[in-house]
């Protein structure tokens, strides 16, 4: 409610007084702090030093010898999902987050749209008197905003942050990124050959963000959260930080998992007697084989040594970007600062096991359900990390990150949900280096955090009323014993079919997998697990105790009607592909796209996917005029038009793969004004949905050259790069060119995406028909 006017007003202002306390920003607290949210992505709890892992997290070790690591706390066992309950404090569902982004569906627990009634915990700060800045990864902007013509209410900006710099999309380029700043995308500042990689950009952008604050309100605190693009596909580092992780996974993930065991009971993150489960632990019919994992003496001597070479380029991205967060904290302590900081590091869910078995040079293979090839990626294994590879290691090391649990991401056991999470407080939490065993989840990181700063959650914000928050502190934990009990009692868990359910020491979890029947939830198996004794969750208790069975499975349905969690949804990824939002096609089919705009993001350009399509470019030409007319995607899957060498080229980078498909126009207009046509007419379907036909260049209405082309079947990247018009922007499509080869010389009119089922004469004439009207 706004602050009435305290003053007098008169006719004279003479006899009038000022009153500027309603127009004000409210003041945090005296002495309030600081919080810094460190949150990566897809880390299971066995990878980092501070837990026993083999990778080594300086600045997280240093934070965790200041302050509390904790060895139960839970995740969604997604990323987008998880980052909603950061944000809000509410379940994921609650935030119409039961997936990522890219797969909503229109259903209210299930649209990515975070309702108003689930404020920011940055809406409420900001309006108490914190700086708000938000860096990295985002995530839960709704795949139908993401364009600069869609609303910005569902961007940082709108949800109680001052300032973003980061990217939308799930992951990104960490080479060359797809960036945003505010509410618009920008060019990277600089490039790969001066230095760059996206993890270092991010903590310089943060630095500044705080230190710009600091110069003009130095007592005012502020509210950091910092997502860099790690430890999330593809995994991209400089070769030094690399190499320091050479041979060290020789021994290979199932080996890691016997080393790193002991070592995280000797740490006191698992009791002792805590068993390792099996490798491939799922029940009868439930798995998928780009889950399963290769035992490690059935590989070739060339997956040795392919496999390790994964891991280590994960290991130096992990390592690398934490040297980068260290950057920050040592801003921190220079500037006086950190000791009343609250500083939050943590993971989003467990590690990734999107590599497939094999592992992957381009991850983006996985969401077109396209294999990978070993000869392929044995000869990519020098250039693994670098700006040539987009690279994933193999379910055998999600499983070992996540020793000593079952399954990974996307899972709801402890594989899937189990995560990192240390706090420092050095002004508010006196105890150093200890241990926490309370049984928490994310959604009580809000709470948490509220209590510590002495804020109370509003019951209105912006005019709407807010629904309860569902998590516990755990501010008392801070100065508790370290086995004191938790005060937790409940947490229910959904991902892609999977379910779970924790009460006071019990879990129940069921994994509805896709080689079972569709539907048919009912008859799913549930495992019962005594979380209290069986950390693993090794043992299943379902015929011991049946009735405590049935009494979980009764209380997990309770919370699922509560929270928003239905309907439940088995499609798997095709499935969730077909359901995702789709940009409407316009009654002609056609999509017109102009020069000297910002790219506009994949899933809300013309779907040239498993489809026929046409592509006409209205163009005049110079005899010099050289550069690109239109490119969408990157060197890992897209295509492209281009002028160059006094050729027309259509290239056409089917996942990566070489060598790349060409239809070329030996001829290019040298004057005047023309229609350069591109016609793809799908032919057939292939073995993993991709799509054969015949692609052919026009120049007007001739047919200048045709090929059999093959296009995919689902998105050319998941970090969204997007369709640019008369350049292609960050990551070239194909090695042709480079530095964007912007068109010159030329000028660009419209580019028209038609997808409807017109013969491409019909379109080339009905488009030239419009011109003649201008």
């Known amino acids: 409610m706004a602050k009435k006017f305290g003053g007098v007003i008169n006719l004279d202002v003479r006899d009038s007084v000022p009153d500027w306390s309603p127009y004000l920003a409210e003041k945090a607290p005296a002495g309030a702090p600081n919080i810094l949210i460190v949150l990566y992505d897809d880390t299971g709890l066995a990878a980092w030093s501070p837990y026993g892992g083999g990778i080594n997290m300086p600045t997280l070790e240093r934070l965790a010898e200041n302050g509390l690591t904790y060895t139960q706390w839970h995740t969604t066992a997604l990323c987008s999902p998880t980052r909603s309950c950061f944000l809000t404090g509410r379940n994921h569902h609650e935030n119409g987050f039961a997936s990522i982004s890219e797969a909503a569906s229109g259903f209210p627990g299930h649209n990515s749209h975070i309702p108003f009634e689930n404020a920011f915990m940055a809406e409420v700060l900001r309006e108490k008197g914190w700086n708000t800045f938000w860096l990295g990864k985002n995530h839960n902007v709704p795949v139908d905003e993401w364009d600069m013509g869609a609303t910005k209410r569902n961007w940082p900006l709108a949800r109680g942050f001052d300032r973003f710099y980061g990217f939308l999309g799930g992951e990104t380029n960490q080479w060359y990124p797809d960036l945003t700043e505010d509410n618009h995308f920008i060019d990277q500042p600089y490039l790969p050959e001066d230095g760059y990689h996206l993890s270092k950009d991010l903590a310089d952008k943060a630095i500044s963000f705080i230190r710009d604050s600091k110069q003009s309100q130095p007592e005012k605190p502020w509210f950091t959260f910092f997502c860099p693009g790690a430890n999330h596909a593809p995994h991209h580092a400089p070769e030094e930080w690399i190499a320091k992780y050479k041979g060290k996974f020789d021994d290979g993930y199932e080996a890691y998992r016997e080393w790193v065991l002991p070592r995280m009971i000797e740490k006191g993150i698992l009791p002792d007697g805590t068993e390792l489960t099996d490798l491939n632990p799922m029940p009868d019919g439930t798995f998928t084989e780009t889950d399963s994992v290769l035992p490690w003496d059935t590989l070739s001597d060339d997956q040795k040594r392919l496999f390790s070479r994964m891991a280590e380029v994960y290991a130096g991205y992990s390592e690398y970007t934490d040297h980068q967060v260290g950057r920050i904290i040592d801003y921190l302590e220079e500037s006086g600062q950190l000791e009343n900081t609250i500083v939050v590091y943590a993971a989003d869910n467990g590690a990734s096991g999107e590599g497939s078995p094999n592992g992957s040079v381009n991850e983006n293979k996985f969401f077109n359900s396209f294999p990978d090839d070993l000869e392929e990626n044995l000869g990519m294994i020098d250039k693994l990390g670098g700006p040539d590879a987009y690279n994933h290691y193999p379910t055998g090391w999600a499983a070992a990150f996540s020793t000593p649990f079952r399954m990974f991401k996307r899972y709801s056991?402890?594989?899937?949900?189990?995560?990192?999470?240390?706090?420092?407080?050095?002004?508010?939490?006196?105890?150093?280096?200890?241990?926490?065993?309370?049984?928490?989840?994310?959604?009580?990181?809000?709470?948490?955090?509220?209590?510590?700063?002495?804020?109370?959650?509003?019951?209105?914000?912006?005019?709407?009323?807010?629904?309860?928050?569902?998590?516990?502190?755990?501010?008392?934990?801070?100065?508790?014993?370290?086995?004191?009990?938790?005060?937790?009692?409940?947490?229910?868990?959904?991902?892609?079919?999977?379910?779970?359910?924790?009460?006071?020491?019990?879990?129940?979890?069921?994994?509805?997998?896709?080689?079972?029947?569709?539907?048919?939830?009912?008859?799913?198996?549930?495992?019962?697990?005594?979380?209290?004794?069986?950390?693993?969750?090794?043992?299943?208790?379902?015929?011991?105790?049946?009735?405590?069975?049935?009494?979980?499975?009764?209380?997990?349905?309770?919370?699922?009607?509560?929270?928003?969690?239905?309907?439940?949804?088995?499609?798997?990824?095709?499935?969730?592909?077909?359901?995702?939002?789709?940009?409407?096609?316009?009654?002609?089919?056609?999509?017109?796209?102009?020069?000297?705009?910002?790219?506009?993001?994949?899933?809300?350009?013309?779907?040239?996917?498993?489809?026929?399509?046409k592509v006409l470019s209205d163009v005049t030409f110079t005899p010099t005029t050289e550069g690109v007319i239109w490119a969408h995607g990157s060197r890992f899957g897209g295509h492209t038009l281009f002028v160059k060498d006094g050729k027309i080229h259509y290239a056409y980078n089917f996942l990566g793969i070489r060598p790349y498909q060409y239809v070329v126009a030996e001829t290019v207009p040298t004057d005047g004004r023309h229609i350069i046509g591109v016609d793809f007419a799908k032919e057939r379907t292939g073995e993993h949905y991709e799509s054969f036909g015949t692609a052919t260049v026009y120049i007007d209405s001739s047919k200048e050259a045709s090929a059999e082309i093959r296009t995919q079947s689902g998105h050319f990247t998941l970090c969204g790069e997007g369709l640019c018009i008369g350049y292609d922007g960050g990551d070239s499509v194909v090695d042709d060119y480079s530095n964007g080869f912007p068109l010159v010389n030329g000028e660009i009119h419209s580019v028209v995406f038609d997808v409807a089922d017109d013969a491409y004469i019909d379109v080339e004439r009905h488009l030239a028909a419009a011109y003649s009207r201008d």
């Open 413 to 613: 056991y402890q594989g899937g949900v189990a995560d990192p999470l240390v706090i420092s407080w050095p002004a508010g939490i006196a105890a150093r280096g200890q241990i926490r065993s309370q049984y928490h989840h994310v959604t009580d990181i809000v709470p948490t955090l509220l209590e510590a700063v002495g804020v109370e959650f509003p019951q209105s914000v912006n005019g709407y009323e807010q629904t309860p928050l569902p998590g516990v502190s755990m501010a008392y934990s801070f100065d508790a014993e370290p086995d004191a009990p938790t005060q937790k009692q409940v947490q229910h868990y959904e991902m892609l079919g999977t379910r779970a359910i924790w009460n006071n020491g019990w879990k129940a979890v069921t994994v509805h997998g896709p080689q079972l029947d569709k539907g048919h939830f009912d008859e799913d198996q549930w495992q019962l697990f005594h979380t209290d004794v069986d950390r693993s969750e090794s043992t299943d208790l379902a015929e011991q105790h049946p009735e405590k069975l049935e009494q979980l499975k009764a209380l997990w349905m309770e919370q699922a009607l509560k929270y928003k969690v239905l309907p439940l949804n088995d499609l798997g990824l095709r499935g969730i592909l077909a359901m995702e939002f789709k940009v409407p096609v316009p009654p002609s089919g056609q999509y017109t796209y102009y020069p000297q705009t910002l790219e506009v993001p994949e899933r809300l350009a013309a779907n040239t996917h498993g489809v026929s399509f």
